[in-house]
Protein backbone atom coordinates (compact mmCIF):
# COMPACT_ATOMS: atom_id res chain seq x y z
CA UNK A 1 0.00 0.00 0.00
CA UNK A 2 0.94 3.31 -0.88
CA UNK A 3 2.99 5.45 2.25
CA UNK A 4 1.88 8.79 2.61
CA UNK A 5 5.77 10.10 1.84
CA UNK A 6 5.13 8.47 -1.58
CA UNK A 7 2.04 10.09 -2.47
CA UNK A 8 1.38 12.41 -5.50
CA UNK A 9 -0.22 16.21 -3.54
CA UNK A 10 -3.86 15.47 -5.25
CA UNK A 11 -3.80 11.61 -4.11
CA UNK A 12 -2.50 12.88 -0.77
CA UNK A 13 -5.52 15.50 -0.73
CA UNK A 14 -7.70 12.97 -1.49
CA UNK A 15 -6.43 11.05 1.39
CA UNK A 16 -6.70 13.54 4.14
CA UNK A 17 -10.24 14.17 3.05
CA UNK A 18 -11.37 10.30 3.56
CA UNK A 19 -9.30 10.11 6.56
CA UNK A 20 -11.29 13.44 7.73
CA UNK A 21 -14.25 11.80 6.99
CA UNK A 22 -14.04 8.63 8.49
CA UNK A 23 -13.18 10.29 11.53
CA UNK A 24 -16.77 12.33 11.92
CA UNK A 25 -18.59 9.14 10.59
CA UNK A 26 -17.48 7.39 13.75
CA UNK A 27 -17.93 10.87 16.15
CA UNK A 28 -21.19 10.87 14.88
CA UNK A 29 -22.07 7.19 15.78
CA UNK A 30 -20.46 7.14 18.94
CA UNK A 31 -23.07 11.23 20.14
CA UNK A 32 -26.06 9.61 17.92
CA UNK A 33 -26.23 6.65 19.73
CA UNK A 34 -27.40 9.03 23.05
CA UNK A 35 -30.12 10.57 23.77
CA UNK A 36 -29.51 14.54 24.31
CA UNK A 37 -29.69 13.74 28.53
CA UNK A 38 -26.80 11.36 27.84
CA UNK A 39 -24.43 13.37 25.75
CA UNK A 40 -24.69 16.44 28.23
CA UNK A 41 -24.59 14.27 31.49
CA UNK A 42 -21.42 12.87 33.06
CA UNK A 43 -21.15 9.17 32.95
CA UNK A 44 -17.65 9.15 35.27
CA UNK A 45 -15.64 12.33 36.73
CA UNK A 46 -12.84 10.49 34.79
CA UNK A 47 -14.41 11.61 31.83
CA UNK A 48 -15.87 14.61 30.00
CA UNK A 49 -19.64 14.89 28.60
CA UNK A 50 -19.75 13.68 25.20
CA UNK A 51 -21.31 16.75 24.28
CA UNK A 52 -18.18 18.59 25.60
CA UNK A 53 -15.77 16.18 23.42
CA UNK A 54 -17.62 16.64 20.39
CA UNK A 55 -17.72 20.63 20.55
CA UNK A 56 -13.74 20.06 21.63
CA UNK A 57 -12.69 17.81 18.38
CA UNK A 58 -14.22 20.54 16.44
CA UNK A 59 -12.53 23.72 18.07
CA UNK A 60 -8.79 22.11 17.83
CA UNK A 61 -9.69 21.78 14.18
CA UNK A 62 -10.95 25.14 13.93
CA UNK A 63 -7.76 26.60 15.63
CA UNK A 64 -5.36 24.04 13.87
CA UNK A 65 -7.00 24.11 10.13
CA UNK A 66 -8.95 27.04 9.92
CA UNK A 67 -6.71 29.29 11.56
CA UNK A 68 -3.63 28.33 11.38
CA UNK A 69 -3.09 26.71 7.99
CA UNK A 70 -6.24 28.20 6.51
CA UNK A 71 -5.39 31.76 7.62
CA UNK A 72 -9.56 31.96 7.96
CA UNK A 73 -11.43 33.85 9.61
CA UNK A 74 -12.42 32.78 13.42
CA UNK A 75 -15.87 30.49 13.35
CA UNK A 76 -16.37 30.68 17.18
CA UNK A 77 -13.17 32.33 19.03
CA UNK A 78 -15.68 33.40 21.99
CA UNK A 79 -15.39 29.15 23.10
CA UNK A 80 -11.94 28.77 22.96
CA UNK A 81 -11.37 28.53 26.77
CA UNK A 82 -14.07 26.55 27.35
CA UNK A 83 -12.92 23.57 25.29
CA UNK A 84 -9.45 23.79 26.43
CA UNK A 85 -8.68 20.81 27.92
CA UNK A 86 -5.78 22.06 29.94
CA UNK A 87 -7.81 25.20 31.50
CA UNK A 88 -10.76 23.19 32.94
CA UNK A 89 -10.63 19.45 34.74
CA UNK A 90 -12.86 16.80 33.17
CA UNK A 91 -14.36 16.75 36.41
CA UNK A 92 -15.36 20.19 36.12
CA UNK A 93 -16.42 20.27 32.62
CA UNK A 94 -20.44 20.10 32.96
CA UNK A 95 -20.86 23.39 34.93
CA UNK A 96 -19.26 25.22 32.59
CA UNK A 97 -21.78 27.50 29.52
CA UNK A 98 -21.03 24.08 27.38
CA UNK A 99 -22.17 24.07 23.34
CA UNK A 100 -26.01 22.24 23.96
CA UNK A 101 -26.19 18.90 21.43
CA UNK A 102 -27.87 20.42 18.26
CA UNK A 103 -25.57 23.86 18.51
CA UNK A 104 -22.49 21.82 18.89
CA UNK A 105 -23.34 19.56 15.80
CA UNK A 106 -24.15 22.76 13.87
CA UNK A 107 -20.42 24.24 14.93
CA UNK A 108 -18.58 20.84 14.50
CA UNK A 109 -20.23 20.88 10.84
CA UNK A 110 -19.10 24.66 9.95
CA UNK A 111 -15.77 23.70 11.28
CA UNK A 112 -15.81 20.93 8.88
CA UNK A 113 -17.03 22.94 5.69
CA UNK A 114 -14.41 25.85 6.51
CA UNK A 115 -11.23 22.92 6.54
CA UNK A 116 -12.32 21.05 3.42
CA UNK A 117 -12.35 24.27 1.47
CA UNK A 118 -8.54 24.71 3.36
CA UNK A 119 -8.02 21.26 1.91
CA UNK A 120 -8.81 22.14 -1.90
CA UNK A 121 -6.29 25.52 -1.68
CA UNK A 122 -3.74 24.36 0.63
CA UNK A 123 -0.13 23.10 -1.41
CA UNK A 124 0.28 20.18 1.44
CA UNK A 125 3.59 21.27 1.52
CA UNK A 126 6.45 24.96 1.57
CA UNK A 127 6.26 24.61 5.79
CA UNK A 128 6.71 21.93 8.50
CA UNK A 129 3.17 22.28 9.43
CA UNK A 130 1.82 21.11 6.05
CA UNK A 131 4.39 18.85 4.63
CA UNK A 132 2.90 15.82 4.04
CA UNK A 133 -0.38 17.12 5.46
CA UNK A 134 0.56 16.92 8.80
CA UNK A 135 -1.80 19.42 10.40
CA UNK A 136 -4.48 17.44 8.58
CA UNK A 137 -3.22 14.09 10.05
CA UNK A 138 -2.70 15.49 13.23
CA UNK A 139 -6.27 16.64 13.61
CA UNK A 140 -7.50 13.30 12.07
CA UNK A 141 -5.60 11.41 14.63
CA UNK A 142 -7.03 13.95 17.47
CA UNK A 143 -10.73 13.30 16.46
CA UNK A 144 -9.50 9.41 16.52
CA UNK A 145 -7.93 9.61 19.74
CA UNK A 146 -11.22 11.45 20.85
CA UNK A 147 -13.30 8.67 19.37
CA UNK A 148 -11.71 6.31 21.62
CA UNK A 149 -12.20 8.39 24.58
CA UNK A 150 -16.21 8.87 23.83
CA UNK A 151 -15.87 4.81 23.30
CA UNK A 152 -14.20 4.48 26.95
CA UNK A 153 -17.42 6.93 28.39
CA UNK A 154 -20.01 4.33 26.77
CA UNK A 155 -17.96 1.81 28.42
CA UNK A 156 -18.58 3.87 31.83
CA UNK A 157 -22.34 4.51 30.97
CA UNK A 158 -25.22 3.00 32.77
CA UNK A 159 -28.30 2.37 30.62
CA UNK A 160 -29.13 -0.49 27.52
CA UNK A 161 -26.47 -1.13 24.92
CA UNK A 162 -26.49 1.55 22.75
CA UNK A 163 -23.88 0.19 20.40
CA UNK A 164 -23.46 -2.74 18.75
CA UNK A 165 -20.41 -4.91 16.31
CA UNK A 166 -19.82 -8.25 15.45
CA UNK A 167 -17.68 -10.47 17.70
CA UNK A 168 -14.42 -10.74 16.58
CA UNK A 169 -12.91 -13.70 14.63
CA UNK A 170 -11.74 -17.11 16.57
CA UNK A 171 -8.27 -17.43 18.08
CA UNK A 172 -5.91 -20.20 17.52
CA UNK A 173 -3.23 -21.74 19.87
CA UNK A 174 0.16 -20.36 19.39
CA UNK A 175 3.08 -22.76 19.31
CA UNK A 176 5.04 -20.71 21.25
CA UNK A 177 4.16 -18.86 24.65
CA UNK A 178 7.75 -16.34 24.83
CA UNK A 179 9.63 -15.67 21.99
CA UNK A 180 13.48 -14.76 22.46
CA UNK A 181 14.53 -11.49 21.62
CA UNK A 182 18.72 -11.10 20.87
CA UNK A 183 20.63 -8.59 22.72
CA UNK A 184 21.66 -5.93 20.55
CA UNK A 185 20.47 -2.62 18.63
CA UNK A 186 17.99 -1.45 16.11
CA UNK A 187 16.20 1.50 15.30
CA UNK A 188 13.65 3.04 17.23
CA UNK A 189 11.29 5.96 16.85
CA UNK A 190 11.06 7.65 13.23
CA UNK A 191 12.58 10.56 11.58
CA UNK A 192 10.16 9.85 8.20
CA UNK A 193 6.97 8.65 9.17
CA UNK A 194 4.78 12.17 7.91
CA UNK A 195 1.99 11.85 10.49
CA UNK A 196 4.18 10.84 13.14
CA UNK A 197 3.82 13.08 16.22
CA UNK A 198 6.97 14.64 18.13
CA UNK A 199 6.96 11.78 21.28
CA UNK A 200 8.07 9.35 18.15
CA UNK A 201 10.78 10.94 17.28
CA UNK A 202 13.43 11.17 16.33
CA UNK A 203 14.60 7.85 14.65
CA UNK A 204 17.22 7.17 17.24
CA UNK A 205 19.58 3.89 17.76
CA UNK A 206 18.28 1.42 20.93
CA UNK A 207 19.72 -1.50 22.30
CA UNK A 208 18.32 -4.34 24.66
CA UNK A 209 20.05 -7.42 26.19
CA UNK A 210 18.52 -10.12 25.46
CA UNK A 211 14.97 -11.33 26.61
CA UNK A 212 12.15 -13.45 26.29
CA UNK A 213 8.71 -11.53 25.67
CA UNK A 214 5.48 -13.48 25.63
CA UNK A 215 4.17 -14.16 22.31
CA UNK A 216 0.34 -12.80 23.49
CA UNK A 217 -1.36 -10.68 26.04
CA UNK A 218 -2.30 -11.83 29.42
CA UNK A 219 -5.58 -13.76 28.84
CA UNK A 220 -8.67 -13.15 31.04
CA UNK A 221 -8.45 -16.56 31.82
CA UNK A 222 -4.82 -16.15 33.33
CA UNK A 223 -5.15 -13.46 35.04
CA UNK A 224 -8.16 -15.00 36.70
CA UNK A 225 -5.53 -17.09 38.58
CA UNK A 226 -3.73 -15.10 39.83
CA UNK A 227 -7.25 -13.04 41.20
CA UNK A 228 -8.66 -16.80 42.57
CA UNK A 229 -5.23 -17.16 44.30
CA UNK A 230 -5.45 -14.14 46.24
CA UNK A 231 -3.31 -12.11 44.12
CA UNK A 232 -5.19 -8.46 45.27
CA UNK A 233 -4.40 -9.73 48.82
CA UNK A 234 -0.52 -10.09 48.92
CA UNK A 235 1.68 -7.11 49.46
CA UNK A 236 5.16 -8.85 48.41
CA UNK A 237 3.49 -8.89 44.62
CA UNK A 238 3.16 -5.36 44.38
CA UNK A 239 4.81 -2.16 44.69
CA UNK A 240 4.36 -0.01 47.59
CA UNK A 241 2.74 2.38 45.45
CA UNK A 242 0.75 -0.14 43.86
CA UNK A 243 -0.45 -2.08 47.36
CA UNK A 244 -1.23 1.67 48.49
CA UNK A 245 -3.91 2.02 45.80
CA UNK A 246 -4.78 -1.51 46.45
CA UNK A 247 -5.86 -0.47 50.01
CA UNK A 248 -7.39 3.15 49.52
CA UNK A 249 -9.08 1.93 45.50
CA UNK A 250 -10.49 -1.28 47.64
CA UNK A 251 -9.39 -3.41 43.98
CA UNK A 252 -10.40 -7.21 43.61
CA UNK A 253 -10.35 -7.90 39.99
CA UNK A 254 -10.09 -5.88 37.03
CA UNK A 255 -12.61 -3.52 36.61
CA UNK A 256 -16.11 -4.04 35.44
CA UNK A 257 -15.80 -8.02 36.60
CA UNK A 258 -18.27 -9.29 39.27
CA UNK A 259 -18.08 -12.91 40.58
CA UNK A 260 -21.49 -14.62 40.44
CA UNK A 261 -22.14 -18.33 41.76
CA UNK A 262 -18.24 -19.05 41.44
CA UNK A 263 -17.50 -17.62 37.68
CA UNK A 264 -16.00 -14.25 36.95
CA UNK A 265 -18.49 -12.18 34.59
CA UNK A 266 -17.49 -9.07 32.69
CA UNK A 267 -19.84 -6.00 31.62
CA UNK A 268 -18.81 -4.42 28.32
CA UNK A 269 -21.61 -1.49 26.81
CA UNK A 270 -24.12 -2.76 28.82
CA UNK A 271 -23.70 -6.80 28.40
CA UNK A 272 -22.96 -8.43 31.15
CA UNK A 273 -21.24 -11.98 30.31
CA UNK A 274 -18.72 -14.70 31.35
CA UNK A 275 -15.63 -14.16 30.81
CA UNK A 276 -13.85 -15.14 27.50
CA UNK A 277 -11.00 -17.16 28.46
CA UNK A 278 -8.78 -16.63 25.94
CA UNK A 279 -9.45 -13.06 25.16
CA UNK A 280 -6.56 -10.53 26.41
CA UNK A 281 -7.31 -8.85 30.09
CA UNK A 282 -8.96 -5.32 29.51
CA UNK A 283 -9.35 -3.07 32.18
CA UNK A 284 -6.39 -3.42 34.56
CA UNK A 285 -3.89 -0.49 35.99
CA UNK A 286 0.01 -0.94 35.36
CA UNK A 287 0.04 -1.74 39.29
CA UNK A 288 -2.18 -4.64 38.45
CA UNK A 289 -0.20 -5.26 35.64
CA UNK A 290 3.21 -4.91 37.36
CA UNK A 291 1.55 -7.76 39.91
CA UNK A 292 0.76 -10.44 37.66
CA UNK A 293 3.87 -10.37 36.08
CA UNK A 294 5.43 -10.64 39.52
CA UNK A 295 3.58 -13.80 40.45
CA UNK A 296 4.75 -15.65 37.46
CA UNK A 297 8.12 -14.88 37.97
CA UNK A 298 8.24 -12.32 34.89
CA UNK A 299 8.06 -7.98 34.96
CA UNK A 300 7.03 -5.91 31.92
CA UNK A 301 8.87 -5.51 29.03
CA UNK A 302 10.26 -1.98 29.27
CA UNK A 303 9.08 0.35 26.23
CA UNK A 304 12.04 -0.19 24.37
CA UNK A 305 11.81 -4.67 24.63
CA UNK A 306 7.88 -3.39 23.70
CA UNK A 307 8.94 -1.63 20.33
CA UNK A 308 12.19 -3.76 19.39
CA UNK A 309 9.44 -7.28 19.66
CA UNK A 310 7.09 -5.21 17.53
CA UNK A 311 9.65 -3.91 14.94
CA UNK A 312 13.06 -5.29 14.46
CA UNK A 313 12.86 -7.91 11.91
CA UNK A 314 16.61 -10.22 12.42
CA UNK A 315 16.71 -11.28 8.68
CA UNK A 316 17.56 -7.77 7.31
CA UNK A 317 18.24 -5.89 10.61
CA UNK A 318 15.79 -2.73 9.88
CA UNK A 319 12.68 -1.83 12.12
CA UNK A 320 9.53 -2.17 10.46
CA UNK A 321 6.43 0.56 10.32
CA UNK A 322 4.29 -2.71 11.33
CA UNK A 323 5.19 -5.95 13.01
CA UNK A 324 3.87 -7.69 9.86
CA UNK A 325 5.50 -5.15 7.51
CA UNK A 326 5.14 -1.80 6.13
CA UNK A 327 1.97 -2.11 4.51
CA UNK A 328 -1.13 -0.15 6.60
CA UNK A 329 -3.28 -2.50 8.82
CA UNK A 330 -6.24 -4.41 7.59
CA UNK A 331 -9.14 -6.67 9.42
CA UNK A 332 -6.50 -9.57 8.48
CA UNK A 333 -3.64 -7.72 11.04
CA UNK A 334 -5.20 -6.29 14.30
CA UNK A 335 -8.33 -6.05 15.86
CA UNK A 336 -8.61 -2.02 15.40
CA UNK A 337 -11.03 1.01 14.66
CA UNK A 338 -14.41 -0.10 16.81
CA UNK A 339 -14.44 -2.99 14.28
CA UNK A 340 -15.04 -5.30 17.46
CA UNK A 341 -16.02 -4.27 20.88
CA UNK A 342 -14.14 -6.47 22.36
CA UNK A 343 -10.25 -7.66 22.20
CA UNK A 344 -10.02 -10.58 20.09
CA UNK A 345 -8.72 -13.90 21.52
CA UNK A 346 -4.96 -15.20 21.39
CA UNK A 347 -4.25 -16.24 17.62
CA UNK A 348 -7.56 -14.38 15.91
CA UNK A 349 -4.59 -12.61 13.79
CA UNK A 350 -1.70 -14.48 12.75
CA UNK A 351 -0.71 -12.50 9.61
CA UNK A 352 -0.26 -9.80 12.21
CA UNK A 353 2.89 -11.68 14.06
CA UNK A 354 6.37 -9.82 14.25
CA UNK A 355 8.88 -11.98 12.42
CA UNK A 356 9.82 -13.08 15.76
CA UNK A 357 6.63 -14.87 16.28
CA UNK A 358 5.07 -11.81 18.41
CA UNK A 359 1.21 -11.98 18.19
CA UNK A 360 -1.22 -8.75 18.48
CA UNK A 361 1.20 -6.11 19.31
CA UNK A 362 -1.29 -3.47 17.60
CA UNK A 363 -4.79 -3.80 18.43
CA UNK A 364 -7.02 -5.24 21.22
CA UNK A 365 -5.60 -3.69 24.18
CA UNK A 366 -3.28 -1.15 24.89
CA UNK A 367 -0.16 -2.65 26.80
CA UNK A 368 1.50 -1.68 29.75
CA UNK A 369 5.21 -0.90 30.05
CA UNK A 370 7.33 -0.31 32.96
CA UNK A 371 8.80 2.62 31.15
CA UNK A 372 8.03 6.05 32.38
CA UNK A 373 6.95 8.67 29.63
CA UNK A 374 10.12 10.75 28.64
CA UNK A 375 11.10 12.45 25.29
CA UNK A 376 13.61 10.41 23.44
CA UNK A 377 17.61 12.38 23.00
CA UNK A 378 16.90 15.19 20.31
CA UNK A 379 13.21 15.39 21.25
CA UNK A 380 11.86 18.50 19.41
CA UNK A 381 8.17 19.73 20.99
CA UNK A 382 6.26 20.29 17.79
CA UNK A 383 3.56 21.84 16.99
CA UNK A 384 2.96 22.80 20.68
CA UNK A 385 4.71 21.42 24.27
CA UNK A 386 1.09 20.42 25.08
CA UNK A 387 0.68 17.67 23.01
CA UNK A 388 4.01 15.23 24.93
CA UNK A 389 6.38 17.54 26.83
CA UNK A 390 3.91 19.09 29.76
CA UNK A 391 3.18 14.93 30.67
CA UNK A 392 6.59 14.03 30.61
CA UNK A 393 8.16 12.18 33.52
CA UNK A 394 8.06 9.54 36.29
CA UNK A 395 3.89 10.91 36.76
CA UNK A 396 2.76 8.97 33.41
CA UNK A 397 3.89 5.21 32.10
CA UNK A 398 3.98 4.46 28.98
CA UNK A 399 1.20 2.29 26.87
CA UNK A 400 1.92 0.74 24.12
CA UNK A 401 -0.15 -1.23 20.66
CA UNK A 402 -3.80 0.28 20.43
CA UNK A 403 -6.75 -1.10 21.45
CA UNK A 404 -9.89 -2.40 19.66
CA UNK A 405 -10.86 1.13 20.11
CA UNK A 406 -8.25 2.37 18.35
CA UNK A 407 -8.10 3.49 14.75
CA UNK A 408 -5.55 2.50 12.38
CA UNK A 409 -4.52 6.15 11.83
CA UNK A 410 -3.51 6.68 15.62
CA UNK A 411 -1.59 4.12 16.27
CA UNK A 412 1.82 3.06 14.90
CA UNK A 413 4.83 0.26 16.10
CA UNK A 414 5.96 4.06 17.32
CA UNK A 415 3.04 5.57 18.18
CA UNK A 416 3.17 6.15 22.28
CA UNK A 417 0.49 6.50 24.59
CA UNK A 418 0.99 7.57 28.08
CA UNK A 419 -1.56 7.47 31.79
CA UNK A 420 -1.01 7.40 35.31
CA UNK A 421 -0.63 4.10 36.35
CA UNK A 422 -3.78 3.86 38.72
CA UNK A 423 -6.05 4.61 35.10
CA UNK A 424 -8.53 1.32 34.31
CA UNK A 425 -11.55 3.01 32.56
CA UNK A 426 -8.87 2.77 29.49
CA UNK A 427 -8.58 -0.43 27.09
CA UNK A 428 -5.44 -1.34 29.22
CA UNK A 429 -4.36 -4.81 29.50
CA UNK A 430 -0.23 -6.34 29.25
CA UNK A 431 1.93 -8.87 27.92
CA UNK A 432 5.06 -10.03 29.92
CA UNK A 433 8.87 -10.41 29.71
CA UNK A 434 11.50 -12.18 31.34
CA UNK A 435 15.29 -11.32 31.30
CA UNK A 436 17.66 -14.54 28.94
CA UNK A 437 19.66 -15.77 31.58
CA UNK A 438 23.06 -18.03 30.17
CA UNK A 439 20.94 -21.26 30.93
CA UNK A 440 18.73 -20.19 28.46
CA UNK A 441 20.88 -19.52 25.80
CA UNK A 442 22.71 -22.90 25.50
Not at 72 to 100: N, Q, T
Not at 102 to 126: C, I, Q
Not at 245 to 269: C, I, N
Not at 320 to 334: I, Q, S
Request: net charge negative; with cysteine.
Amino acid sequence: MTSIEDRGVEQLRDHVAEQLTRARARSRQLTDAVDEHDLVRQHSKLMSPLVWDLAHIGNQEELWLVRDVGGREPVRSDIDELYDAFKHARAARPELPLLGPAEARKYVGEVRDKVFDVLETSPLEGSRLVDGGFAFGMIVQHEQQHDETMLATHQLRVGAPVLDAPPPPPGAPLPHAEAFVPAGPFTMGTSTEAWALDNERPAHHASTEAYFIDTAPVTNAQYAAFVDAGGYSRPELWSDAGYAHVRTASLRAPRFWEKQDGQWFRTAFGVTAPIVPDEPVVHVCQYEAEAYARWVGKRLPTEVEWEKAARWDPDTGRSRRYPWGDGEPTERHANLGQRHLSPAPVGAYPEGASPLGVHQLIGDVWEWTSSDFRGYTGFEVFPYAEYSQVFFGADYKVLRGGSFGTDPSAVRATFRNWDYPIRRQIFAGFRCARDAHRADLV
